[in-house]
């Protein structure tokens, strides 16, 4: 029985993006395996226009029964409703109880960070999703997921750090309970290294030191900030996926983390790699770890020769930077005989390919520069 994945393409450059997911996912399960059937609903700013639905409840039991859903952005200016996205997106979250939201930064190519002396960035935002702060076990099952990736990260040859983030110095009542939570998880776990930092300290430690993260646990509205901070570190928000999940009832929900960026919808320069690889953890929330680690392989790839819409360093449309990576799958497939999936983990076992300069890439010539610069003008089309 192949895997039921609800897709909701959703508003603005939603739509483009994930339809060029879907072709990077179709060409992945041809050949590892994962029997992918998507169904497309229609929800989003023109349905809510027209009819006043958000999510109709038969949709919604639809929606709840699938195997994942894949959803590209919601936010629509004509929309007036401040509610809207809450109604779509965190009554999902909420209602399908993903309390996991992982959002992954790694430097794609050398250059696309800010950052003047950054060689390697690769962390993991563990954002708190359903807000538990004052609901014990939000708290106590995010820290030890966190924990527990920070274990499997450090086999796969990552640090296997956890860095707890809160703001319990002021807001003692909420954030007194991550600091105790935190107590006895780091207790349960001697072997992980773990630190805490106070969220103001640690947004400036991502910009002056983002080498020293790897799994960065926290709430759900300083994980929402750090995370944004964290993908402009590696290239931007076009390029940032996120998997909102469950665990326990393996439901998930996979989302680009950039917006619906209306005023670039229909032009073709959005940038997919964000919809791409959360394609790409949606695969390995369904046990497709080859799949997975193919799409993120030829992403970097691609990302390396600057085969990329704009925000990424290169002058391609959003079809055409799916494309490159579709080009670079098939030239990864050819040269590695397909090996069985291993089901189901949450992170990569792999160790990520060094994400420093390369110095035949890098040259006297700094080639990303024009994309950070783009990526810096308030209307690029990362987001
Ligand atoms: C995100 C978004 C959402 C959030 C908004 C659209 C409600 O910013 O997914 O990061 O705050 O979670
Ligand atoms: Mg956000």
Do not use: C
């Amino acid at each position: 029985m192949p895997f039921r994945i609800a897709v909701i393409p959703g508003d603005g450059i939603g739509p483009e993006v994930i339809e060029q997911g879907i072709r990077v996912l179709e060409e992945v399960i041809q050949h590892t395996g994962a029997g992918l059937q998507f169904k497309t609903y229609d929800l989003g700013a023109e349905r809510y226009l027209r009819t006043g639905e958000v999510i109709p409840e038969p949709i919604f039991a639809e929606l709840q029964s699938a195997d994942a859903i894949y959803l590209g952005a919601v936010g629509d200016p004509r929309v007036k409703d401040p509610q809207y996205a809450a109604r779509l997106l965190l009554r999902l979250r909420f209602e399908l109880d993903l309390w996991v939201n992982l959002r992954p930064s790694r430097l794609l190519a050398p250059g696309l960070t800010p950052l003047r002396d950054a060689a390697s960035i690769d962390l993991v935002v563990v954002r708190e999703n359903t807000e538990g702060a004052y609901v014990g076990i939000g708290v106590e099952r995010i820290q030890r997921y966190a924990f527990e990736l920070a274990r499997q990260r450090r086999q796969a040859g990552h640090r296997g750090r956890v860095t707890m983030v809160d703001k319990s110095n002021a807001l003692y009542h909420a954030h007194d309970l991550w600091q105790r939570v935190f107590a006895l998880e780091r207790q349960r776990a001697p072997e992980i290294e773990a630190e805490h930092l106070f969220v103001d300290a640690a947004a400036m430690q991502l910009v002056k030191d983002p080498g020293r993260f790897d799994v960065i646990v926290t709430s759900n509205m300083f994980g929402d900030i750090l995370s944004d901070l964290a993908s402009e570190l590696v290239g931007g928000l076009g390029q940032a996926p996120s998997a909102n999940i469950n665990p326990e009832t393996r439901r998930g929900l996979f989302e680009p983390v950039h917006g619906s960026a209306p005023k670039h919808a229909g032009k073709g320069i959005a940038n997919p790699v964000g919809a791409i690889l959360a394609g790409a953890m949606m695969l390995r929330h369904l046990g497709d770890e080859v799949g997975a680690n193919q799409i993120e392989d030829a992403v970097m790839a691609a990302a390396r020769e600057r085969r990329t819409t704009k925000d990424l360093g290169g002058d391609l449309t959003t079809t055409g930077a799916a494309e490159a990576v579709l080009q670079r799958l098939e030239r990864i497939r050819s040269s590695s005989a397909r090996q069985p999936g291993d089901g189901g983990r949450i992170t990569s076992r792999r160790r990520p390919p060094r994400a420093g300069p390369s110095p035949d890439l890098l040259g006297s010539e700094d080639p990303w520069k024009e994309a950070r610069r783009h990526r810096h003008r308030p209307d690029h089309a990362g987001g």
